[in-house]
């Protein structure tokens, strides 16, 4: 038996899936090491993979013909402020980009409620010292002609200036370069055969794409991740090779597919959101099978809570990312996260002598009060009082819980309070559930569409758990909690039957009534680049599909970008251009509204968007779950305990039942389902049923009503 495997490693824990040759889905989670190696967490979570396939680790990790991962290794590198020394080149008077930023660097990224506090926002700390940060004369202008030659000599004193101040990695981010590369790519050169071994980032390979500020960022942050991102994939393959697998692992990318570890050493920034990315990809194939074409993807953890959407079936992507402040575009899955996890912190504000529960989180170490190590209350403890987690079946009861130390770091603040301990906990949830839905309520709205229109997928180890209430103050009719047990692990399972995928984009200016051999042109030279790309990371071009997108705006209007699917570039080239017109004007006015379709403004295509994909998983076993045994008896509660209901404020009896409902059967609430690596919440008038493909579906019964 051959085994697909997708590891995810987060905050809190690292969740893992196999996928064997009938589809059967394996599940792990283990405590993320970030301490220690994060490799530790990795073969803690595949060893009880191998445990469920009856195997030891040693002859299970053989059996796997294929491992992709997701990791947060570059994320915490930059919050944490860990990554490499890094020295960055850029042309002759333009090597403060960093340092000034754009008008809102000092808001970018920071909580809605907090940026109208001028004297709580500034910029963030460098991330490079001015120091490391060194200028060469060269000059090339904005159609790609060569205006002033490289300096060679100076290049040479600069970049052994940097190396010789301790800079560990190069970034190069020279005045349109993504025009014309050629200056970059020599100065790659020249710092090689200064050092070989120092690791070198071009802006015109990371971001190509116009913003001298972005560009800059993502070039910078990829030097910066880069060393240590790429000693931990080289020591991840080197521990799985050693002990017997037989093929290169692939590793996550944010955009949603995943490529060889070789590619993705030299691509590091891709991995920043390579987790939430595989919850948003695992729910499209979910979504797929059960015909769900607008979906909102919810993915609450111990540290965070992600959303992602699906319109129409796809997934919407974004170009534009923020991470401590820093701006940076790369194509990527457009998820959103807010500090809204199990183990997010509840404490006493005293200036308005209210509850506020994060953004801090316990993290896995700590971690809650309830883990036994932690003494501040977080939304887990808040659970744990209130019983919608049983502390002796937590992960299935390999790890238990402590109740009298959740009790006793909720209680402290309920002092605070001058509230009960139940009544702080169901504040904590209640508190905590609302910023999960205002999330929701930004995101959707954002995008021009009605929460209410949507199926709402609930996954995460906490996500299950919470779903009843975050989703029901939505005002969602129905909450998919995919795969039952198997909600906890969706990123993972994302991961596992995720495709390689690269996404390759070249800036442009063709404005409508748009050029079609121009466009042709763009199109057929970014293909050819993503073609020879895919082949030299060793996929023949016969196994290559490619999907052809522009980016448009109206000429000038540099805020609001659509992506744009292209039509067949042949055949009546004004019916081509009026389709390309027509789609832009519909996508805008959903978006917008029909009062800001502009009359005299031209429509432009700034950008060509070409993905290559090599699908992986057909054939494999990972199409899919069945819904098994029908039955027509009515489920049956394994148990009783009493539960403090939040929104009803009041303890009430509820059944217990271990496992979701067989199909053909209704579980109704007050109810929870006991499941191994999470639990579902039924609260009162709601009910559970499993769907034709083996999903949880919770219906909010007022709602429907």
């Known amino acids: 038996m051959k085994y697909v495997v997708g590891v995810d490693i987060g905050g809190t824990f690292t969740d893992c899936v196999a996928i064997d040759e009938t589809g059967r889905v394996l599940h792990g989670k283990a405590l993320s090491t970030h301490a220690t190696s994060p490799t530790e967490g990795v073969l803690a979570g595949v060893e009880q993979l191998a445990e469920a396939a009856g195997l030891s680790l040693d002859s299970f990790i053989p059996a796997i013909s294929r491992f992709s991962h997701g990791t947060t290794i570059g994320t915490n590198l930059v919050v944490e402020r860990n990554g490499a020394k890094v020295g960055v080149i850029a042309t002759k008077g333009h090597g403060d980009a960093l340092s000034m930023m754009r008008g809102r660097g000092r808001t970018a990224g920071v909580a809605a409620d907090l940026r109208a506090n001028v004297r709580d926002t500034d910029k963030p700390v460098p991330i490079v010292p001015r120091r490391l940060i060194a200028e060469v004369a060269e000059r090339i202008t904005r159609d790609g002609t060569v205006l002033a030659p490289l300096d060679e000599d100076d290049a040479r004193a600069v970049i052994t200036g940097l190396l010789d101040q301790g800079a560990e990695a190069i970034s190069i981010a020279l005045l349109w370069s993504f025009r014309n590369p050629a200056h970059e790519e020599r100065l790659r050169e020249l710092v090689q055969e200064v050092d070989p071994s120092i690791y070198v980032s071009l802006s015109s390979e990371i971001a190509p794409r116009q913003g001298e500020y972005e560009r800059t960022v993502a070039t910078v942050i990829n030097a910066y991740v880069g060393p240590a991102s790429s000693r931990y994939l080289t020591e991840l393959a080197d521990e799985l090779r050693g002990r017997g697998i037989g093929r290169e692992p692939f590793i996550m990318q944010s955009n949603g597919g995943v490529l060889p570890v070789a590619v993705a050493s030299r691509l590091p920034i891709q991995t920043i959101g390579s987790g939430p990315a595989g919850g948003l990809a695992g729910t499209a194939l979910i979504a797929a099978r059960s015909n769900h074409r607008n979906v909102i993807a919810t993915d609450m953890g111990g540290t965070s809570f992600e959303v992602g959407l699906l319109i129409d079936g796809r997934p919407i992507l974004s170009s534009e990312n923020v991470i401590d402040q820093y701006t940076f575009k790369i194509s990527q899955l457009d998820v959103r996260s807010i500090a809204c996890g199990g183990g997010s912190i509840a404490r006493y504000e005293p200036h308005s002598g209210g509850l506020r529960v994060g953004p801090e989180s316990a993290g896995s170490s ?340």
Not at 470 to 482: H, T, Y
């Open 366 to 705: 700590p971690g809650p009060a309830c883990y036994g190590a932690g003494t501040l209350p977080t939304v887990t403890d808040a659970d744990v009082v209130l019983r919608l987690l049983e502390p002796d079946q937590f992960l299935g009861g390999r790890m238990g819980l402590d109740a009298q130390r959740a009790a006793d770091a909720v209680q402290t603040l309920a002092d605070q309070l001058g509230l009960s301990v139940e009544e702080a906990a169901s504040g904590i949830l209640r508190i905590n559930n609302h910023n999960a839905a205002t999330l929701i309520r930004q995101r959707t709205i954002e995008q021009g569409v009605d929460p209410r229109d949507f199926v709402v997928y609930a996954f995460g180890g906490a996500g299950p758990v919470h779903a009843f209430h975050f989703a029901e103050e939505l005002g969602a009719a129905q909450v998919v909690i995919p795969m039952g047990n198997g909600a906890s692990t969706l990123s993972a399972y994302g991961i596992a039957a995720s495709d390689v995928m690269q996404v390759f984009e070249r800036e442009c200016s063709i404005v409508a009534p748009f050029d079609i051999d121009t466009l042709k042109s763009v199109v057929s030279s970014v293909e050819d680049q993503a073609r020879t790309a895919m082949k030299e990371a060793g996929f023949p071009a016969d196994q290559v599909t490619v999907e052809h997108t522009a980016l448009a705006r109206y000429a000038e209007q540099y805020l609001q970008e659509l992506e744009l699917s292209l039509p067949t570039l042949s055949g009546d080239e004004s019916v081509i251009a009026q389709t390309m017109t027509d789609a832009f004007r519909a996508q805008y006015k959903r978006l917008f509204g029909e009062a800001a379709l502009a009359v005299f403004q031209a429509i432009e295509i700034f950008a060509v968007r070409v993905t290559a994909r090599v699908n992986l998983h057909s054939g494999s076993g990972t199409s899919g779950t069945s819904r098994g045994e029908v039955s027509t008896e009515p489920a049956t509660p394994t148990r009783h305990r009493d539960i403090y209901w939040p929104g009803t404020e009041a303890w009430q009896k509820t059944a217990v039942y271990d496992g979701t409902p067989t199909s053909g059967q209704r579980i109704d609430g007050p109810a929870v389902v006991q499941l191994p690596h999470t639990s579902i919440s039924v609260a009162p008038g709601q009910y559970l049923e499993t769907d034709a493909s083996g999903n949880a579906v919770l219906t909010l019964k007022e709602i429907m009503a």
